[in-house]
């Protein structure tokens, strides 16, 4: 994880990520005036809990003042403030003539810790932050996150439409291009990992640290496996639709390195790119801790709803649902798609 203090993307990966917001208020004890469902707190809280001025709170709200809001820093005013003010007059101590006052959530609280350079108790919420978020994570991903994308609902049905689609692709390949077989087949697929997320098997493989039978399909996001599959059955058609043109005569690599520049480059398969680069660069920095250098232009934050999707209520325990009956032939299947890259 990146520091805190100087990327947005790694601010709003803990802020969007309500699992570890919850563990950190719960571990911080800072829970301020609970008022319409949620704890609020004033600048002067704020301020008294970093050890700092009130002026330096304000001076962040001059300059991050569109992030805090967006993280649930609000000005009540209004019907709003008359109600907050008769639940805490004795404790936010403003006049009866006030007619605005700047309020925190617990997430605008901790936007605050990450932005404070200098406040020494913000390094250590910061350093605590780092901690939680891991830990948090990790637990909630049944003790690791190499294989979180398979707690995505869904991962399975991409997996299995996956094998099938590649089963063509292999095929095309061993009957239509020039090579030995599996090292033509390992050649061909990481000019396509290289086309879809611009690394080799080997490269995403280190970053990735998987162990030497860990099958890298595997450990792919639904989205990624998807335009994986889409752009090799649509090779696997270009390589058969050429070779039978040519009269049964086999494809050069070299041609076929052609075939998939075209097909990278294709309007139809951009969006697909785009996706796929941007879901593996994001999601692999917020749930692995894992930066790919080459997609680095892709990065952004995961979504509130992302964390729901692979963490939350909306995961999967995908061994689990792999040990039952129906889906045991299934497991096999996919167990048997030994990684050739």
């Known amino acids: 994880m990146n520091d805190l203090t100087v990327s947005n993307i790694e601010r709003q990966n803990v802020l969007n990520n309500r699992y570890a917001v919850d563990a950190l208020q719960e571990n911080l004890g800072f829970t301020g005036m609970l008022f319409e469902g949620e704890y609020r707190f004033t600048k ?3 301020a008294d809990f970093y050890e700092v001025e009130e002026r330096t709170i304000e001076r962040l709200l001059e300059d991050h003042g569109d992030e805090l809001k967006y ?44 932005l404070l350079t200098e406040s020494e108790k913000a390094k250590q919420v910061r350093a605590r932050i780092l901690d939680i978020v891991i830990s948090t ?41 020039q090579g ?31 162990d030497r039978d860990d099958n890298v399909r595997r450990t792919l996001y639904a989205e990624v496996l998807r335009c994986i599959s889409s752009f090799e059955n649509g090779i696997g058609y270009a390589i058969e639709k050429e070779y039978r043109a040519n009269g049964g005569e086999q494809l ?24 796929a680069r941007t879901k593996m660069a994001s999601r692999d920095v917020a749930f692995r801790d894992v930066f790919h250098n080459n997609i680095a232009g ?32 299934v497991l096999k299947r996919l167990k048997q798609a030994d990684d050739e890259e």
């Not at 390992?186 to 000019?191: F, S």
């Not at 480059?265 to 790119?273: G, L, R």
């Open 44 to 46: 002067k809280m704020v």
């Open 71 to 114: 993280n649930g820093y609000v000005l009540s005013k209004g019907k709003q403030l008359k109600e907050f003010k008769l639940q805490f007059a004795p404790v936010i101590n403003v006049g009866s003539k006030t007619t605005q006052l700047g309020l925190f959530n617990f997430r605008a609280v901790l936007n605050v810790g990450m």
């Open 137 to 177: 994570i990790n637990k909630r991903a049944g003790g690791g996150t190499k294989f979180i994308n398979t707690r995505d609902i869904d991962f399975l049905p991409v997996a299995i439409e996956e094998d099938n689609y590649r089963k063509n692709f292999t095929s095309a390949v061993g009957k239509c291009v």
């Open 180 to 210: 030995h077989k599996n090292f033509k087949y390992a050649q061909i697929t990481d000019l396509i990992y290289q086309a879809v997320f611009k690394e080799k098997a080997r490269e995403y493989r280190a970053l990735l640290r998987l």
């Open 252 to 275: 050069s690599f070299d041609r076929v390195r052609e075939l998939i520049t075209e097909q990278e480059q294709s309007p139809a398969m951009q969006p697909f790119i785009y996706d």
């Open 298 to 329: 892709y990065l952004r934050a995961v979504t509130p709803e992302e964390f729901d999707r692979f963490i939350g209520d909306k995961s999967i325990d995908f061994d689990e649902i792999m040990e039952l009956p129906e889906n045991k032939e």
